[in-house]
């Protein structure tokens, strides 16, 4: 049996596929000939992440695809209910690169609170010429410790989230239309752990109240979940991180919130228009920016990769 892991997959998820039979490509096939190579090569397992699509022409071009799986969360890039309904088995990994996605979060929060992003630009260019002004200049940071944090998805990332969010003494407040409690296990290195119940609230209640918001939620079919009204609600010198999903911001508001000094400053994974974002939001210098790699880390893409591995195997299993 052959897969095509079209967006990559670690090599520990390659050895395992590899140890049970299957043969593993992990070439880069084009969106416009991918259907043709599926059926060209005889590909019975198609993996992808967030840059293939898989639509419902593919599926129905390529009989012989047995599973479709997605190597992190969100499958908005995959027709899954159709996939389904022709008897194909979607899988993906909703718990591998959640710890991965948290850290990232607080990476752009610390990376805000204390300017890094900006002086992280300037250091280089003046820092031997204006190294008092640059002192000077960055001097006015923020701690996060004992402030409130908005969750905005209160799923398995949004957990990991307040589960660190908790442990540096924060103050956690969260919305999901989904989810009325959240029960957080917050563990310690010595086996020691506290349980924390987080009720969860109306968006306007948190967008009112916290003094740092971060968004875990699926991609918005009808608009942005966050414009010109919803910062207004804001508290002034508020920051926002989105390592979620782009579109679920509106840029052009967030630029005006953060020129007017409403937002204090924000923290962008993804964006509006990957993968050419626009070049106001890369060169603001109150943004911290990293090009949608909220799950791209070496224990997260092993984790993946043994997971996918795993429900292969499984499925295929089953079937026999």
Not at 102 to 130: C, I, W, Y
Not at 281 to 297: E, F, N, Q, V, Y
Request: hydrophobic share 40%; net charge negative.
């Amino acid at each position: 049996m052959k897969i095509l892991a079209n967006d990559g997959l670690d090599q520990s998820g390659i050895e395992a596929l590899e140890e049970k039979g299957f043969e593993v490509v992990t070439q880069k096939v084009e969106q416009d000939h991918l259907i043709n190579y599926i059926n060209e090569n005889s590909v019975n397992v198609l993996l992808v992440r967030s840059a293939t699509k898989v639509t419902k022409a593919l599926i129905d071009q390529c009989s012989g695809l047995q599973i479709i799986g997605r190597g992190g969360v969100g499958m908005d890039n995959i027709e899954v209910d159709y996939a389904r309904s022709k008897n194909i088995h979607v899988i993906n990994t909703p718990s591998a690169s959640s710890a991965s996605v948290a850290e990232l979060v607080f990476a752009h929060l610390f990376s805000g609170a204390r300017f890094l992003e900006d002086s992280n630009r300037q250091m280089p260019v003046v820092g031997d010429t204006k190294f008092a002004e640059l002192k000077k200049a960055y001097a006015k940071g923020i701690e996060l410790r004992g402030k409130t944090i908005g969750i905005i998805g209160m799923g398995r990332i949004g957990q990991e989230v307040a589960k660190i969010a908790l442990g540096m003494g924060m103050r956690v407040v969260a919305a999901d239309n989904n989810v009325g409690r959240a029960s957080i296990k917050v563990k310690f290195y010595n086996n020691q752990f506290i349980n924390v119940d987080i009720e969860t609230e109306p968006l306007e209640a948190v967008l009112k109240h916290a003094d740092f918001i971060t968004f875990h939620v699926p991609s918005q079919k009808q608009g942005h979940l966050i414009g010109a009204k919803e910062f207004e609600l804001m508290k002034n010198g508020v920051a926002i991180v989105n390592c979620s999903r782009g579109g679920i911001i509106d840029e052009q508001a967030l630029v005006e919130a953060l020129n007017s000094g409403k937002v204090l400053f924000a923290g962008l994974d993804v964006f509006e228009n990957e993968p050419t974002p626009s070049k106001l939001i890369l060169t603001h210098p109150k943004i911290s920016l990293t090009p949608h790699t909220g799950a791209s880390t070496l224990e997260a893409q092993d984790r993946i990769g043994l997971s996918l591995a795993e429900q292969i195997w499984s499925i295929l299993l089953t079937q026999s």
